[in-house]
């Protein structure tokens, strides 16, 4: 069997012995008294991280192998837990029509308490959305918004998250752009749901 050596001295009997020695040595210890193995044990350790991250590059191992072999804890729920897991979706989805009135998107934005709305056309695809930020900038510029509709108002073509991408994606994009409802959607851009900040956090994501 090949032996692999981390060594802190090359004229030792050891380094010479091995099959493939490393050389860790490091000119000085940070102990003030030279003894204590302290910046040594530091080079070992980045020693064998760098062959740890080697060996995942040879066998091209992936997140989702990463997964398998660690489901648990905070790093196994990143690469395991899918935007659809957590989204909210069917009746809990705050849907109008791009002719509904303010008044209309207000009552949604409030029963169905995901701080936005989001309007589709008639196959189902995403057409935009209106939060509870947009409106609060609008009320801050006009006074009379009453009479507005969804179409005058909502952010068209925007941010979406395929909905069985990982969740820590959608994360990213929310960090991103600064926002905090992220609207879900299939492969052919039909809504399926809309995943909130909140969402994330109760899932111990972050």
Known sequence: MPIIVLCGTV???????ADMPLDCSVEREACPNNLVPTSSSTAA?????ALAVALLQARNFSAEDFATFHPGGS????????????HHDG???????????MNDMILQMTSKRLGCVVTVDNSGKLLGIFTDGDLRRIAEQSGSFYNLKASDVMIQNPKAVDRDALLDRALQMME???ISQLPTVDKTG??????HLHDILKSKLV
């Open 91 to 101: 009746a809990e989805l705050p849907i109008v029509k791009t002719d509904a009135s």
């Open 45 to 49: 350790l980045v020693m064998g991280d």
């Open 75 to 86: 790093l196994g729920n990143r690469l395991l837990t899918k935007v659809s897991d957590v």
């Open 176 to 178: 991103q752009f600064s």
């Open 190 to 195: 039909k809504l399926c749901g809309v995943v």
């Open 11 to 17: 004229d030792s009997e050891l380094y010479k012995r």
